[in-house]
């Protein structure tokens, strides 16, 4: 042994230098980089525009926070729209995606496009 060199004990844990599966790997690269959430934005917006209908063309999802889907709207005519239909609007992003876990949505004014 040289004197220099330090001796890894003998655990089976893998150094991260050590070749690794790509299916391992690839999960935390994704989250690290933040992929999924945008995988995910990508997602809600194609989910929205189907069940806002034409209230999509005023409004866009945003983050999702504590299970809180935000949802941005172009005035408040659209968000006093969007909160008549709160309920059904919920039940149907919690219908096509459990996954996410939305149980409300939250409506704000912002920009659009």
Request: proline content about 5%; aromatic content about 6%.
């Amino acid at each position: 042994m040289k004197p220099w060199s330090k001796q890894k004990g003998s655990s089976k844990e893998p150094r991260k230098r050590d070749p690794r599966k790509l299916s391992d790997v690839l999960p935390q690269l994704m989250a690290r980089r933040g992929y999924n959430r945008l995988l995910s934005e990508e997602n809600y917006t194609e989910l929205w525009e189907e069940i806002a209908g034409h209230l999509s063309e005023h409004s866009r999802p945003g983050q999702i926070r504590r299970g809180v889907l935000e949802i941005i709207a172009s005035n408040s005519a659209v968000v006093q729209e969007l909160t008549f239909q709160k309920r059904q609007l919920t039940k149907a992003i919690s219908e096509r995606m459990p996954d996410q876990k939305i149980r409300d949505l939250r409506f704000v004014v912002g920009s659009v496009r």
